[in-house]
């Protein structure tokens, strides 16, 4: 049977924007572009890689998921266009909200319903930033997790790769089925081509409601949340500083304005 | 009073400054308990004690460092099990990330991640974030369940609170899953012999601008008189000037220094979401449109390979 590969990724508003909380104190959506996260780039770009390798007879078959409004088919297409087989798209009203736990309970129950031996995320999103999911989805699939690698591979059923850690760097080994993320240090994603781009209009992206997951409104969304925003504010500027020309004596005005806070 | 679990982050016994800053802000939402595993607990013991730890439960086995993340989080269960905590307050490192979050999916509770501050209030914790690249702050409860909760490092300074630290053993049965990622072989990093790029209190970090690994001991040479730790930019790092470890920025490390001295960083958004917290901010760049103006509080505009120098040899003069 051919390696089954799912890749999750998330559909985020563009960090260049002017990104803000809607009334709700959930994320704005609508005022600022949204796109594939950049950071899910990279583990399309490694499933591309390890289905690539996979052995040639069995091949193997690559979904990339998603769990977002409408919109994140933009996400799912930038995905198919780098080279994914086919895509799974979540989607119901009742989703708007949902936190992590949320999320990863819906994730879970999407990447058994689509079967897999190998789920790759990203790092972390580029909105939420919480590094989170990769580990949850290890906990509610039952399954090893082989998380924040900079290099992976994927030989006989088994995932090796490297991890560098805060305090070493870890080679980890685990058997499939599993979940890997990889970082931004796993290499350059490719850019779709313009064959890519054509052939990806024509790829198949299922959507899914809860009901089609059997998962309760009342388990998801705002109200179904473990955790409650009380409050957004927006950080205030920090107060315009003195920005001097170099004279020639630049370095000493820098040494004389560390010494005045108390830095020398 | 309610009892407060705290994860502690420690190399062989000595425990790391985030944890004392746990434990600082454990103690406004009850008595904090410490959870450690690894070796050398009753050195730890001491410390965590004299940090405001009424109790220690500790742990050790192979388990630990032979697998990836999953034997440590059975261990902060069973000591969850035991104490029946008000909240479960882990380091936001990396790998504390991820053992706060499967204890959250086990325990059926809300996680919030990377919170820079704490307080009490009748419905539990709230926990202050810096989100959207430091743009915005925000105040969010755990609403389910026992608040699970990972506070990033230099969110308070570490105060002392003697309290008896009673070492206890804690006693771990390791699932099934535990042993599911073997870790295969560990480096640890070398130590540079400068202060921990998060916990610093001064940072300097070179740019694209600094043109070349053979330039990088410029900053070093800053750094050192300054008593500081060395960043790098993306750019940098990519380049290979610099250990990818030293990054700043959104995919590298958040560092919240009391001042951080950017050379050569233009001060893109993803650069900005590492270091916009930082109490006093000081850029050299030679483009005086540079965007990482917009957060100083004191710019040079001018080359660094000319500013630099001059500051370095200033700072040792003054320094003595
Ligand atoms: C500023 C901000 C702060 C937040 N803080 C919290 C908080 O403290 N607690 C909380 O419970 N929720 C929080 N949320 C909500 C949380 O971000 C979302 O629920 C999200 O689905 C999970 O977290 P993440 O985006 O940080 O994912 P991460 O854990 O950072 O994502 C890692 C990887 O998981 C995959 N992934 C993540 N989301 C999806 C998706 N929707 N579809 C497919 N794959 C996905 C991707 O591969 C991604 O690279 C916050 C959201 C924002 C915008
Ligand atoms: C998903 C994602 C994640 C990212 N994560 C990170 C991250 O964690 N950290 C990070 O830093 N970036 C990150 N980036 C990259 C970021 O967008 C920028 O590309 C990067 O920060 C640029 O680095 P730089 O400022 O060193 O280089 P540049 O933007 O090229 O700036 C170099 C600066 O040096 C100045 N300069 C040149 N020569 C001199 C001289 N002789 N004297 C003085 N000044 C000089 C120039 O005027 C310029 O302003 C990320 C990007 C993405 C898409």
Redesign the pocket.
């Known amino acids: 049977m051919s390696l089954r590969i799912v890749?999750?990724?998330?559909?985020v508003p563009d960090a260049t924007g002017d990104r803000h909380f809607a009334e709700d104190l959930t994320?704005d959506r609508e005022s600022v572009d949204g796109l594939l996260?950049e950071?899910?780039e990279y583990?399309v770009e490694q499933a591309l890689q390890i289905a690539d390798e996979a052995d040639s007879e069995d091949g193997a078959e690559i979904t990339v998921?998603?769990?977002?409004p409408e919109d994140a088919k933009d996400a799912l297409r930038k995905a198919l266009s780098m080279g994914a087989d086919k895509a799974v798209h979540v989607e119901d009203d009742d989703l708007h909200g949902?936190?992590?736990?949320?999320?990863?309970h819906v994730?879970a129950k999407a990447i058994e319903k689509t079967g897999y031996d190998l789920v790759v995320?990203?790092?972390?999103?580029t909105?939420?930033?919480?590094?989170?999911?990769?580990a949850m989805l290890a906990e509610r699939l039952g399954v090893p997790q082989a998380t924040l690698l900079s290099e992976v591979s994927v030989e006989n059923g088994t995932v090796t790769g490297r991890r560098d850690g805060d305090a070493a760097t870890e080679q980890l080994s685990a058997q499939l089925p599993a979940v890997v993320?990889v970082t931004d240090q796993s290499g350059e994603a490719r850019y779709p081509s313009f064959k890519g781009i054509m052939a990806a209009k024509k790829k198949p992206v299922e959507s899914l409601d809860l009901d089609d997951l059997d998962i309760d409104a009342d388990e998801v969304g705002l109200d179904g949340?473990?955790?409650k925003?009380e409050d957004a504010a927006e950080r205030p500027p920090r107060s315009a500083g003195t920005v001097v020309k170099d004279e020639g004596d630049g370095g000493k005005q820098l040494a004389e304005y560390l010494a005045g806070q108390k830095f020398i | 009073m309610a009892e407060v679990l705290v994860y502690v982050d420690h190399v062989d016994g000595a425990v790391r400054k985030p944890t004392l800053e746990l434990l600082t802000l454990a103690r406004k939402l009850g008595d904090p308990v410490a959870v450690h595993l690894g070796p050398n607990a009753e050195e730890a013991a001491k410390t965590l004690g004299e940090y405001g730890a009424t109790r220690v439960l500790a742990a050790d086995a192979a388990e630990f460092a032979d697998y990836l993340v999953v034997p440590k989080v059975d261990a902060l269960q069973a000591a969850y099990d035991a104490v029946s905590p008000a909240a479960v307050l882990v380091p936001s490192s990396a790998e504390g990330k991820e053992i706060a979050a499967r204890l959250a999916v086990r325990i059926g509770s809300?996680?919030?991640?990377?919170a820079v501050d704490l307080d009490a209030s009748d419905e539990g914790p709230v926990?202050t974030?810096s989100?959207?690249a430091a743009a915005?702050t925000?105040k969010?409860r755990v609403s389910k369940g026992t608040p699970v909760i990972t506070v990033k490092p230099n969110s308070t300074s570490p105060e002392t609170a003697s309290a008896a630290g009673a070492l206890e053993e804690l006693s771990v049965g390791f699932g099934e899953a535990a042993t599911g990622t073997k870790v295969t072989s560990r480096t640890p990093r070398e130590s540079t012999g400068r202060p921990e790029l998060t916990e610093a209190a001064i940072v300097v970090s070179g740019g694209r601008g600094v043109n070349g690994a053979d330039n990088f001991p410029l900053i070093e040479g800053l750094a050192d008189a300054l008593g500081a730790a060395v960043g790098a930019s993306r750019a940098a790092v990519d380049a290979g000037w610099y250990p990818h470890s030293h990054q700043v920025g959104q995919t590298g490390k958040t560092v919240s220094p009391q001042l951080y001295v950017a050379t050569g960083i233009s001060g893109a958004i993803q650069h900005r979401a590492g270091m916009q917290t930082s109490k006093t901010i000081v850029a050299i760049n030679k483009d005086s449109e540079a965007p990482i103006f917009d957060l100083v509080d004191y710019g040079i505009v001018g080359d660094l390979f000319e500013v630099v120098p001059q500051l370095t040899e200033e700072v040792k003069t003054r320094k003595g």
């Open positions: 890749v999750c990724v998330k559909y994320t996260s950071l899910d583990a998921l998603t769990v977002g949902t936190d992590a736990l949320g999320t990863s994730l995320c990203g790092m972390a999103s909105d939420g930033t919480m590094g989170v999911l990769p993320s949340a473990w955790t925003v | 809300g996680i919030i991640t990377d926990a974030q989100v959207f915005f925000t969010s």
